[in-house]
């Protein structure tokens, strides 16, 4: 999902002038006073999630509302971590939120439509008295609505504080979830799924400049055989640490499978990368690896690396077919190679 600002995320001041800019746009289309159309509103007065404009923008042209359905699919798209939408536990802390909030909305929109009629009220009896004392009252009333109105408008905002507090505390503890979900255990890098967040994430963004590098030690089933599966595990961890150190600040790194790596630069052109691959692979070539329980020197060991830079619209799937095709051809090209587009 893009970057997200929600309606929790402004103070009390901020809320109440965006709810005041956001209602009106609700009355004159007629948009149910629901939380989800709320935050929506809410978030889309505030102009700071273009994205979430033009889908809306575009919604409105097509259907001249906004239809409960796309509501609540705009409201868990752009307003709502992933996360929320998969976790129970806090899918009913938030389902709470919302509760909470409905009753809110429906106190502002009885307070909102009763000042309203009185607006109405009002101006018809202008049109129609001369007498200052009739119009006196008239100004009294009309100053009592707003008061009212405006008071149930500060009550709303303290609630939208009070949900940015609860919210941010869902938002941390989801966040470690992630983090846990997409962590390889063996070397502490990313995992794959951490591998398909980054590189969807940095697709949508990059111009032709965006390299994704697969490495893969060369014969680990051979080396597993020789000298036993751990020596295997603390291979891969050592290689890990390696390419850890020498990953650029642009840069991704992850376990995919097995002895095999994703390495994702942005902002990094293909001669670049490549000279990148070929200073990673050189550097495995040279280490000289003891095996800790035995202290035993390992065989040489190396890595082949494609190397793929996406091109135009190009999907993340192919992407990474193209850097498959490439680390395949290193393999058959006699190992300890790099490889890439020419």
Request: net charge neutral.
């Amino acid at each position: 999902m893009a970057a997200e600002v929600s309606m929790f995320q402004h103070n009390i001041k901020q809320a109440n002038q965006l709810m005041r800019s956001a209602i009106p746009l609700m009355v004159k289309l007629d948009i149910p006073p629901t939380p989800y159309n709320y935050g929506i509103w809410y978030e889309y007065s505030s102009n700071r999630n273009p994205k979430l404009n033009q889908v809306v923008d575009r919604a409105l042209r097509r259907f001249g509302s906004l239809p409960a359905f796309v509501s609540k699919e705009l409201f868990n798209e752009f307003l709502l971590p992933e996360e929320h939408q998969h976790t129970q536990r806090q899918g009913s802390a938030l389902t709470s939120l919302t509760e909470n909030l409905e009753t809110e909305t429906t106190s502002v929109t009885s307070e909102l439509a009763t000042f309203n009629r009185t607006l109405k009220n009002t101006r018809k009896a202008l049109k129609n008295t001369k007498d200052t004392s009739q119009v006196e009252h008239l100004a009294l009333l009309l100053d009592k609505g707003a008061f009212k109105a405006n008071q149930a408008i500060e009550v709303f905002g303290r609630s939208l504080y009070a949900a940015q507090e609860e919210l941010a505390a869902l938002r941390s503890e989801l966040s470690d979830a992630k983090k846990s979900t997409e962590l390889d255990t063996m070397t502490l890098l990313s995992n794959g799924k951490g591998f398909e967040r980054a590189l969807f994430s940095l697709v949508p963004h990059a111009e032709d400049d965006l390299t994704l590098l697969l490495i893969d030690i060369d014969d680990l089933g051979e080396i597993n055989q020789k000298y036993d599966k751990k020596a295997g595990t603390s291979l891969i961890r050592y290689i890990a640490k390696l390419l850890l150190n020498k990953l650029p600040e642009n840069g991704f790194i992850a376990r995919i499978n097995g002895g095999q790596f994703a390495m994702l630069l942005g902002e990094t052109e293909l001669s670049v990368a490549s000279q990148l691959a070929e200073t990673l692979r050189n550097e495995v070539s040279i280490q000289k690896i003891r095996y800790k329980n035995t202290k035993v020197l390992l065989r040489q060991v190396t890595v082949s690396i494609g190397v793929a830079t996406l091109y135009g619209d190009e999907s993340p799937n192919e992407l990474i077919k193209r850097a498959q095709h490439y680390l395949l051809y290193a393999k058959r090209s006699g190992k300890n190679c790099v490889a890439h587009h020419e």
